[in-house]
T-cell receptor
């Protein structure tokens, strides 16, 4: 199993550009999520999904869109990048969406810089 | 509302010292899960432990141990005989569970430096 994969690893954008961060998992996990990590703030939940076709907002959803058309993939779209979105983005997945097996497995992260 | 506080921003110890990382949480739910994750300098996030709200037993895994006390809403993490490889950022996290899934809130993290 590759686990949780993210592409790209690094990305530089100009203000106003759009892009999609890719996330895939091959563990047949129901639950997937996106976090951003900023210095001194830990990880903050952007969006999450409890299964194909179902998504919901986390703590900091503004400026981001997600969709979940398959169990495996959970892309994060930045609609119009802003310097405040400069961050490291982590995708994670979990076997269960409600039960005790809800520890999350994280991807390697995408470091995004918006100029 | 959920909240996780890791008051120690950075801790520096010398190898072989014991160190305790503090975690205090807030939640209104009776069913919740607490986690510790490790982020080494390479940047990946590694799951260390999960504890549910109904199980207050302490846990020991090698040099790692965890003390969960509902009375003080704390879930502290102790590393015994620290090693240089323990140098990392450690995150405490809280998940509240509902029928729509769960949301996990992370603390700001504690950066641990272990010097040889």
């Amino acid at each position: 199993n590759a686990g949780v994969t993210q592409t790209p690893k690094f990305q530089v954008l100009k203000t106003g550009q759009s892009m999609t961060l890719q996330c895939a998992q091959d563990m047949n996990h129901e639950y997937m999520s996106w976090y951003r990590q900023d210095p001194g703030m830990g990880l903050r939940l952007i969006h999450y999904s409890v299964g194909a076709g179902i998504t919901d907002q986390g703590e900091v959803p503004n400026g981001y869109n997600v969709s979940r058309s398959t169990t495996e993939d959970f892309p994060l779209r930045l609609l119009s990048a802003a310097p405040s979105q400069t961050s490291v983005y982590f995708c994670a997945s979990s076997l269960e969406r409600e039960g005790p097996l809800n520890e999350q497995f994280f991807g390697p992260g995408t470091r995004l810089t918006v100029l | 509302a959920q909240k996780v506080t890791q008051a120690q921003t950075e801790i520096s110890v010398v190898e072989k010292e014991d160190v305790t990382l503090d975690c205090v949480y807030e939640t209104r739910d009776t069913t919740y899960y607490l986690f510790w994750y490790k982020q080494p300098p390479s940047g990946e996030l590694v799951f260390l432990i999960r504890r549910n709200s109904f199980d207050e037993q302490n846990e020991i895994s090698g040099r790692y141990s965890w003390n969960f006390q509902k009375s003080t809403s704390s879930f502290n993490f102790t590393i015994t005989a620290s090693q240089v490889v323990d140098s990392a950022v450690y995150f405490c996290a809280l998940s509240e569970v509902n029928t729509g899934g769960f949301k996990t809130i992370f603390g700001a993290g504690t950066r641990l430096f272990v010097k040889a």
